[in-house]
């Protein structure tokens, strides 16, 4: 007489979709969230003819670790943003900007610009900035997304135009305006230059989120933190260096926004494994992962989740973790912030 079979052992749950654990992105920029098929459009339409690295549909290869490796991104930034020549052209960027958040779960998005860089194409400083706010509306209004704008200056300028843009800042922070920042190669410009700029944007109720310790190492993001008052800090990994500076991120709470594709395909780090972010999050550092520039880059918000549990290990809660230290670290409505929350514990618990 045959014995039954043993039962078969249960399947594996299949992993959570991580487009749909609500999430704040925190660290975006303008030209940067452009889809590629935009680019070529406008590139077309305005008569542009793109770098190869641009059209080919492919991320370019960069390695940004060295002085020509950095001037090349900022070439292809540069022509890539030589493509946003209208308002309509403005506010096409950011409702697809917007759109491509929602898809990837966010429900909160704070977008970087530098008005000075679309200034003289919009009519000046103001009008840019109206143009801005008027497009985050709209995107809001269309796709349900809720969008703060940080203004950033420019570190390869001189610090009297940050002082500009602090206030500038300042003056539209009822308006949609929640940071500044300070973007742009760590290594030139120092941070203590900047620090009337950033005391002007912080007695105006503005969050410090400057760039440090991405391409310059952890003394970058200890000036980020001493001499700009920082509240979060763009990409901040390499304090990873410096195990005191990990402690003092992790006591005070300072959120450093992660952005691991970016890591890699500018050179900081040469593989995936490479970057951090295990070894932060487990020393208590808080961490808002982000997409820095997907045009770039060639992956958005829910790739940088994914790429967290495929090469890093991290659990269903642990992302759970993650989104939840994204929407903390943010300057999200509060009814919002609760409501984004509240679908965290959701996902991790599985009834979403």
């Not at 008569?47 to 020509?68: C, V």
């Not at 700029?197 to 400057?210: D, S």
């Not at 995936?272 to 958005?300: C, H, N, Y």
């Not at 269903?316 to 984004?340: I, K, N, Y």
Request: hydrophobic content about 40%; proline content about 6%.
């Amino acid at each position: 007489m045959d014995r039954p079979s043993p039962p078969a052992p249960p399947s594996p749950a299949a992993p959570k979709d991580v487009r749909l654990l609500p999430k704040a992105h925190l660290h975006l920029h303008f030209t940067g969230s452009m889809r590629t098929s935009t680019l070529l459009e406008l590139a077309d339409r305005y008569g542009i003819r793109l770098p190869e690295a641009l059209s080919s549909g492919t991320p370019p290869k960069l390695r940004a670790t060295d002085e020509r490796g950095w001037f090349r991104f900022q070439r292809l930034y540069d022509a890539a943003r030589s493509c946003l020549r209208t308002a309509d052209d403005i506010r096409r960027l950011v409702r697809e900007a917007a759109e491509e958040d929602v898809a990837a779960g966010a429900r909160w998005l704070e977008i970087q610009v530098d008005p000075t860089s679309y200034a003289t194409r919009l009519g000046g400083l103001t009008p840019t900035m109206e143009i801005v706010l008027d497009a985050v509306r709209s995107a809001e209004r269309d796709t349900g997304l809720g969008i703060g704008v940080v203004i950033a200056a420019n570190r390869m300028k001189h610090p009297l135009e940050a002082r500009t843009l602090a206030r500038l800042a300042v003056r539209y922070a009822d308006e949609g305006v929640v940071g500044f920042g300070l973007s742009n190669d760590e290594r030139r410009g120092m941070a203590r230059d900047f620090d009337r700029a950033f005391a002007i944007a912080r007695r105006g109720g503005l969050r410090a989120v400057p760039h440090g310790g991405e391409l310059a190492g952890p003394e970058s993001v200890r000036d980020c933190l001493d001499d700009l008052g920082a509240a979060r800090v763009g990409h901040g990994v390499r304090s990873a260096e410096d195990p005191a500076l990990v402690r003092r991120l992790a006591e005070s709470g300072v959120v450093c926004e992660v952005c691991p594709a970016s890591n890699v395909a500018l050179g900081v780090y040469d593989k995936a494994e490479d970057v951090p972010l295990r070894a932060l999050f487990e020393a208590g550092v808080k961490i808002a992962l982000g997409a820095d520039d997907p045009l770039l880059f060639g992956s958005r918000l829910a790739e940088q989740y994914a790429l967290a549990r495929e090469v890093h290990g991290f659990s269903d809660a642990e992302l759970g973790v993650l989104a939840r230290q994204s929407v903390e670290g943010s300057a999200v409505p509060d009814a919002l912030r609760a409501e984004m929350l509240a679908g965290i514990g959701e996902w991790v618990d599985g009834s979403s």
